[in-house]
């Protein structure tokens, strides 16, 4: 059973810093590229990074290029996000989803909040 | 970027009626796009992926279609447990894009 499980989310000031994990498991995650997808409270889904299966290739959402890192470790079957200078826009429940071209985001962790607020 | 416009944003529908949702890419995305159900507090659920195949365990009554800018999401007779927010996604090209939602209500 495909499992993605998301921690790291919590309270942190307007321009702080947090990091993301997603543990990954049921799947050969070495084979798969990865997102992270979020939704602002009450708000819709937004896309927010990409990362190929080797890493080799990063898409970010505009609205958080430059301060957003996501990076993985197929050793360790895990996805990160690395978040600087967050702002209150970036207030939102982060899902790690897994990729394919032709199944899309077919699978989603929980989501873990990220609340900035002073 | 590729923009999705979806519609109706809200409606109010009965259990047993026929639902329609469509959204329009702003170019063409060939049949790349997928359908999302999400209940408050829950993760999103796909129930169709390029544009038309229904996800292994989703109820028949629905169904996906279109190619190219215009793409519907069927229910064919709604149920009880149909009631939240449908979304779409186009995954032909980064970035992903998603539409801005429906919210089926009673």
């Known amino acids: 059973e495909v499992q993605l499980v998301e921690s790291g989310g919590g309270l942190v000031q307007p321009g702080g810093s947090l990091r993301l994990s997603c543990a990954a498991s049921g799947f050969t995650f070495s084979t798969y590229a990865m997102n992270w997808v979020r939704q602002a409270p009450g708000k819709g889904l937004e896309w927010v990074s990409y990362?190929?299966?080797?890493?080799?290739?990063?898409y970010y959402a505009d609205s958080v290029k430059g301060r957003f890192t996501i990076s993985r470790d197929n050793a360790k079957n895990s996805l990160y996000l690395q978040m600087n200078s967050l702002g209150d826009e970036d207030t939102a429940v982060y899902y790690c989803t897994r990729w394919t071209s032709i199944a899309a985001l077919e699978y989603w962790g929980q989501g873990t909040l990220v609340t900035v607020s002073s | 970027d590729i923009q999705m416009t979806q519609s109706p944003s809200a409606m109010s529908a009965s259990v047993g009626d026929r639902v329609t949702i469509t959204c329009r890419a702003s170019q063409g995305i060939s049949n790349y796009l997928a359908w999302f159900q999400q209940k408050p507090g829950k993760v999103p659920k796909r129930l169709i992926y390029?544009?038309?195949s229904l996800q292994s365990g989703v109820p028949s009554r629905f169904s996906g279609s279109g190619s190219g800018t215009e793409f519907t999401l069927t229910i064919s007779s709604l149920q009880p447990e149909d009631f939240a927010t449908y979304y779409c996604l186009q995954h032909h090209i980064y970035p992903l894009t998603f539409g801005g939602g429906t919210k089926v209500e009673i």
């Open positions: 390029a544009a038309s």
């Open positions: 990362i190929s299966s080797s890493s080799s290739t990063i």
